[in-house]
């Protein structure tokens, strides 16, 4: 007779789970770039809590403004070392933990055409503290989640098509910490990048050569690659980026350039550069 009434007791709380999820997703605003950058340098924080990924543990909130409550990711790490050591033994000199490359890798993002695949994320204070605070992602699992459970794209070619982008990307800001929980997938398979305050090293050279050379390259970024300015990266910027992290992302920028119009030569556009599906604006 127990198991008799736990059974429609299950299935309520199934069901409210289920609900719970849908309103969830329902509930997502569908914000403007603007809207969202005003909603989180001015919305008030209601709640707040560490994450549990990541070294540094950042801050989840929550924020309302009286209309729309929604959480944001809030980053204040700031540390730097002559010297320092991985986990995996390499180590590194003038090492930099610093919330101001969140800010500046969406900036530099956005002169690429990236910035749908970055959460809009701008400098705030929040408890005596001054930092990056990012909008919060509605994802299903990341990367690393995702090999370990062995789970494939409904869609293999474009999601590879995504990862490319992210590889390009990581190698052109030089992100020591590439961290598969660091990439982000939504329900509907899009691809987010997060947590940068370990890229935009000094570095002339590319981090991982073979991370350019094994990815083929959206023709429109590679276009943008070419025409990113230092006037207009340096503006966008200020505040975040000095000049010898400037004069890094644009050596870098040409290695990756470089590589391409070497693999071009070599094997021809169709086998290196492909076009999106969705038209670039």
């Not at 569908?30 to 005003?38: A, D, F, G, I, V």
């Not at 794209?153 to 390009?168: C, E, G, H, L, T």
Request: aromatic share 8%.
């Amino acid at each position: 007779m127990f198991l008799f009434r736990l059974r429609p007791l299950i299935l309520m709380v199934a069901v409210g789970l289920t609900s719970a999820v849908q309103l969830r997703a329902r509930e997502e605003p569908k914000l403007s770039e603007e809207q969202m950058t005003e909603f989180l340098l001015t919305a008030k924080v209601i709640a707040s809590k560490h994450t549990k990924k990541g070294i540094t543990s950042p801050w989840q909130l929550t924020l309302t403004d009286g209309k729309i409550t929604h959480d944001a990711a809030f980053q204040s790490v700031d540390e730097a070392k002559d010297g320092w050591k991985s986990s995996d033994g390499r180590v590194e000199t003038n090492f930099r933990d610093c919330w101001k490359y969140d800010i500046a890798a969406y900036e530099l993002a956005k002169l690429l055409g990236l910035g749908d695949m970055m959460p809009v994320t701008v400098q705030r204070k929040w408890n005596g503290q001054t930092g990056a605070i990012s909008w919060w992602l509605p994802v299903k699992m990341d990367e690393a989640n995702r090999r370990t459970k062995k789970i494939e794209p409904p869609d293999v070619d474009a999601f590879s098509r995504q990862m490319y982008k992210k590889r390009i990307f990581a190698e052109l800001v030089c992100d020591t910490d590439q961290n598969l929980t660091n990439v982000l997938i939504s329900e509907d398979w899009h691809l987010w990048m997060i947590d940068f305050t370990r890229a935009f090293r000094l570095y002339r050279d590319l981090f991982d050569r073979t991370h350019i050379v094994d990815s083929m390259c959206e023709r429109h970024l590679l276009e943008r690659l070419r025409k990113l300015d230092r006037n207009e990266l340096t503006e966008r910027t200020k505040g975040y980026l000095g000049k010898p992290e400037i004069d890094g992302v644009m050596a870098r920028r040409d290695k990756i350039v470089a590589v391409y119009d070497d693999l071009i030569a070599k094997k021809g556009e169709r086998a290196v550069l492909y076009d999106d599906l969705v038209a670039k604006h």
